[in-house]
C-alpha cells in the first residue's frame, strides 16, 4: 500500500498563499486518484478537490475554485495542492489521500471518505486576520 506524507502547512495571514505537496512512497503515485480533504476543528473532514491518475481529471470544491487548484508530478511521486487568497475560514489539518481503484470518472464525484484507501497523517493550516 501507498504511504502518503504531506508538508507545506504553516502559519499564513489572510490574503496569503500556501502549496501543499503530498509525497507518496511504498507504490507509484501514477497509479492512484489522489484528493485532498480538509478539517476544520468541530467540523467534519471533506474533500477540497481530487484529481485522477494522469491529472488530466480534476474536481474542486465549487466555493474554492479559482482559490485553490490541485496538481501532481507523478514522475516526482507527489501531489499538490495550491492554495492562494487564503482566508481565515480556510484553517484547518489538511489530508492528502489515495485510492488505486478510482477511475477517471468517478474521480470527479467519490467523495465518500471510506472510498479512500490511503490517507495521510495530515499538515496544519492556519490562517490569521
Known amino acids: 500500500q501507498v504511504q502518503l506524507a504531506e508538508s507545506g502547512g504553516g502559519l499564513v495571514q489572510a490574503g496569503g498563499s500556501l502549496r501543499l505537496s503530498c509525497a507518496a512512497s511504498g507504490r507509484t503515485l501514477s497509479s492512484y486518484a489522489v484528493g485532498w480533504a480538509r478539517q476544520a476543528p468541530g467540523k467534519a473532514r471533506e474533500f477540497v478537490a481530487t484529481?485522477?491518475?494522469?491529472?488530466?481529471?480534476?474536481w474542486h470544491e465549487p466555493t474554492l475554485k479559482g482559490r485553490f487548484a490541485i496538481s501532481r508530478d507523478n514522475a516526482k511521486n507527489t501531489a499538490y495542492l495550491e492554495m492562494n487568497s487564503l482566508q481565515v475560514e480556510d484553517t484547518a489539518v489538511y489530508y492528502c489521500?489515495?485510492?488505486?481503484?478510482?477511475?477517471?470518472?468517478?474521480?470527479?464525484?467519490?467523495?465518500?471518505?471510506?472510498?479512500?484507501?490511503?490517507w495521510g497523517q495530515g499538515t496544519q493550516v492556519t490562517v490569521y486576520a
Open positions: 484529481i485522477s491518475r494522469s491529472g488530466t481529471t480534476t
Open positions: 489521500a489515495a485510492d488505486a481503484t478510482i477511475s477517471p470518472a468517478t474521480v470527479l464525484a467519490v467523495r465518500e471518505l471510506n472510498r479512500w484507501d490511503a
